[in-house]
């Protein structure tokens, strides 16, 4: 199958930048939509962004819409999350998510149980 791994996460400063990376390895990584989720202490999971397998198609969270790019790069294996006008409200832990799929123009959806691959996780701080 897959297996996805985050990095990337660290302390920043409100109004900062961090731009992080889902690496894969296992079967080929375009075979699969990939998401951004991320998770405060005391809130549920949250959709943040989705890629199609190509890489054609996004979608974003309406709250941070604007602020954050996802893309990938297949022949390296790697998704990105790229993270502009941090705000302390963007504090969490960032998790990315791979879903099989047919078409190479799919999204994941923004549902967690969408997902079948789930990496550990990187930690986001946003200090005001």
């Known amino acids: 199958q897959v297996q996805v791994v985050e990095s990337g996460g660290q302390l920043v400063q409100a109004g900062g930048s961090l731009r992080l990376s889902c690496a894969a390895s296992?079967?080929?990584?375009?075979?699969?939509?990939v998401g951004w989720f991320r998770q405060a202490p005391g809130k549920e999971r949250e959709f943040v962004a989705t890629?199609?397998?190509?890489?054609?198609?996004?979608d974003y969270a309406d709250f941070l819409k604007g602020r954050f790019t996802i893309s990938r790069d297949n022949d390296k294996n790697t998704v990105f999350l790229q993270m502009n006008s941090l705000k302390p409200e963007d504090t969490g832990v960032y998790y990315c998510?791979?879903?099989?799929?047919?078409?190479?123009?799919?999204?994941?959806?923004?549902?967690?149980?969408?997902?079948?691959?789930w990496g550990q996780g990187t930690q986001v701080t946003v200090s005001s």
């Open positions: 998510a791979a879903r099989t799929e047919i078409f190479t123009r799919t999204l994941g959806g923004t549902a967690p149980a969408n997902y079948d691959y």
């Open positions: 296992g079967r080929s990584f375009s075979r699969y939509a």
């Open positions: 890629i199609s397998r190509s890489g054609e198609i996004t």
